[in-house]
Structures are given as structure tokens and as C-alpha cells.
């Protein structure tokens, strides 16, 4: 992983669905510009661990999460933005997760968390990690070894380590 704990997030554009359908692009930085900001970062929408696991932890504590402080929880994966929007539809995250899709890996690669899953068909993805940015600042990270698991980046472990 390229970023550290004290550095600050690199400049990339994420791209979104929003309420009209309309693909739009926000950059990374002015998400977290301000505030207090956890990034869920994920292989893929709809893969078993992301949905079973990561992205509904984050969803089931979002209370707690607010309760530390957090003003926004993002979810990034290595998908287009209408990708992206369906998974939160499904997942039911409403206004409490914004979901964001990083298609060709600007964002992922500039932080150093691709890997690569071409031998189960995947291609190029994020490794699993969850991070903590304040006003844009790197300030805890914790990434999976193995992108099927969340133990370190789940919701009830982190939370509890901020």
C-alpha cells in the first residue's frame, strides 16, 4: 500500500449515479474535504464477502459510526457508477452510504490497494481495506491480506479501534 497513516488522499475522480440517473464525477479530496470520512474499499459490488459482510456491517452500525464522530461513510469499488448504484439499492444503504465506482482503478492504483483476481475471472480489483480520513488526511487503515476475508476493515473491529 502506497498511502501512509499522515499522508493525504491523492486527487481522483469516482464516479456516481445521482438522483436523475446522470452520471456525475466527484473528486476523492472534496468528499473528505471538511469532514470526517470512512472509505470502505472493495473488490466488487455484489461479490459474496462485500455483500454478506463489509458493506452490510457498515449499514447495521452506521449509529455507531456517527456516534464516533463520522460525518460521511463512502463505498468504493472497481465498478461503473450504475454498478454502484443498483448495489446500494440492494443492499438498502440509503442516505447512509454513498456509493462511488473507481471503473478504471485511479484511485485504487494511486493508493496502492489493486491486486490482481484474473484466475477467478475478476481482472484487476481492489484489495479489501477500510480507512479513516479526516478532513482529506489519511488517519487509520486497515487492509485484508486476502480480499475474501473482513475482519480488520469490518464495521464492529474498526468502529471499536476509533
Known sequence: MKIKVGDKLPSSKLFYLDQNNDVKKIDVQDLCKDNKTIILGMPGAFTKTCSAIHLPG????????????V???ICIAVNDPNV????????KTG???????????????????????????LGVRSNRYTMLVENQILKKVEV???TATCELSGAESFLKSI
Open 58 to 69: 457498515y449499514i447495521k452500525n452506521y449509529d455507531l459510526a456517527k456516534k464516533k464522530g
Open 95 to 121: 442516505n447512509k452510504i454513498f456509493m462511488v465506482g473507481d471503473p478504471f482503478l485511479n484511485f485504487t492504483k494511486s493508493i496502492g490497494t489493486e491486486v490482481d483476481k484474473s484466475e477467478k475471472g
Open 144 to 146: 485484508e491480506k486476502e
Open 84 to 91: 454502484m448504484k443498483a448495489w446500494g439499492e440492494n443492499q
Open 71 to 73: 460525518t460521511k461513510i
